[in-house]
């Protein structure tokens, strides 16, 4: 009886706070699904926490796109059909700025984003 209890808090919590709570107790990264498409993110801003475990889900709608967030390191290429996932930990608050670093034609320098990280 205390197990299923017990089973029941561990799942009210993951509920109440919008994070899941596996059986271990640890939570699970955020992850945050982006789509890349001429010449825009979208969500073009996002924001995390400082110390908490992120997942970038990025997906293309039409060409291969890079996504590059230099401030923590985070780079990758997107091709249409694939969904790239990048992970990291935010060590620092702030505004910074998301970019596709390859060229998707005329409109590619405006292509860019801003993560928001808070405390």
Do not use: W, Y
């Not at 197990?3 to 992850?31: C, F, Q, Y």
């Amino acid at each position: 009886m205390n197990m299923i209890v017990s089973m029941i808090i561990v799942a009210l919590i993951g509920i109440v706070t919008n994070n899941p709570v596996p059986e271990s107790g640890r939570a699970v990264d955020k992850t945050i699904q982006i789509t890349a498409k001429k010449f825009e993110f979208t969500p073009g801003e996002i924001t995390a926490k400082k110390g908490e475990p992120v997942v970038l889900e990025i997906k293309s709608e039409d060409v291969t796109h890079g996504f590059s967030l230099p401030d923590f390191g985070v780079r990758g290429e997107v091709k249409p059909g694939t969904v790239l996932r990048l992970s990291f930990t935010p060590n620092k608050t702030g505004q910074f700025t998301f970019t596709c670093d390859v060229f998707c034609g005329s409109g590619h320098e405006d292509m860019s984003g801003t993560l928001t990280v808070t405390e």
